[in-house]
């Protein structure tokens, strides 16, 4: 659609405020049709257009709830608590927090690789195509897997709970939760002993609800936030700069030699 087709007017499926009167959300009425809606099964619906079963948005609840850290020492969460100590408003330093949640490694870029390798692993096993294969080349080609592996530790604590909670529901069994562990046991019996991590199950997850990977990233964006506002007031509490203060003595300088600097005349 062209430029000038846009001029004089806002087209849009999503939905309009009209200011005094009603709100539409997705083609439904927000305070009539969807009032009775969870939040995050709005936020789920507002992403996808699609409405999920209590038995899926419980599990989404909980790929949130289990990565919900309140510890300040992680990357994103000491944005959230630099902030504090810096007396930022709250606002700001959870935007930032959220913003370096971006991250290749460790965030919502992994995510984004991890449903994608499951997704295209998945239709090209469908295709035929040998899953000892299918793996190698990906190594070849990124020498790692998204969702595999984990640089701080050698194992996941958040699968565990994860996996009984996907049983209890009776959705241990889904395509792609199937093919994360298979993709887990070829690592683990070949030279490369790495396990399987929360990217690769959380984004099995997804992709048996049947989320594109861009959904997924969305859905995924407030993942960490209700543990970054503790490590935020924390912070905010205590004396100025006194959350992560680092001496110069603390610092391994390797420059220059200090230098004795002429008095002024």
């Given at each position: ?86 007396r930022s408003t709250g606002n700001l330093a959870m935007a930032a927090a959220i913003a370096v949640s971006e991250a290749s490694i460790y965030g919502?870029?992994?995510d984004i690789r991890a449903i994608d390798f499951l997704q295209r692993t998945r239709r090209a096993l469908d295709q035929g195509d040998a899953l ?28 565990a709970p994860m996996m009984a909670l996907l049983r209890e529901l009776g959705l241990d069994q889904g395509a792609h939760v199937r093919l994360a ?85």
């Open positions: 659609m062209s430029l000038s087709e846009n001029v004089g007017g806002f087209r849009t499926r999503m939905g309009q405020a009209f200011v005094g009167s009603r709100a539409v959300f997705r083609g439904h009425d927000l305070h009539a049709d969807l009032k009775d809606l969870d939040w995050i099964e709005l936020y789920a619906f507002g992403i996808t257009g699609r409405r999920l079963t209590p038995q899926q948005l419980r599990v989404l609840h909980a790929v949130w709830v289990f990565t919900s850290y309140p510890d300040a020492r992680i990357w994103n969460n000491r944005v959230a608590a630099l902030a504090g100590s810096a919502r870029g992994i000892d294969a299918l793996v190698r080349a990906e190594l070849q080609a990124h020498r790692g897997i998204a969702g595999y592996g984990r640089p701080i530790a050698n194992g996941d604590e958040r699968i562990f298979e993709v887990e046991r070829f690592l683990l019996e070949g030279r490369w002993r790495w396990r399987i991590n929360y990217a690769a199950l959380c984004g099995a997850i997804a992709a048996d609800f049947g989320l594109s990977a861009r959904e997924y990233y969305l859905f995924n964006v407030p993942a960490f936030l209700a543990g970054m506002q503790p490590c935020y007031i924390e912070a905010a509490e205590r004396s100025p700069g006194a959350t992560f203060p680092m001496p110069c003595t603390h610092v391994r300088y390797e420059g220059a030699p200090a230098r004795a600097w002429p008095a002024r005349p």
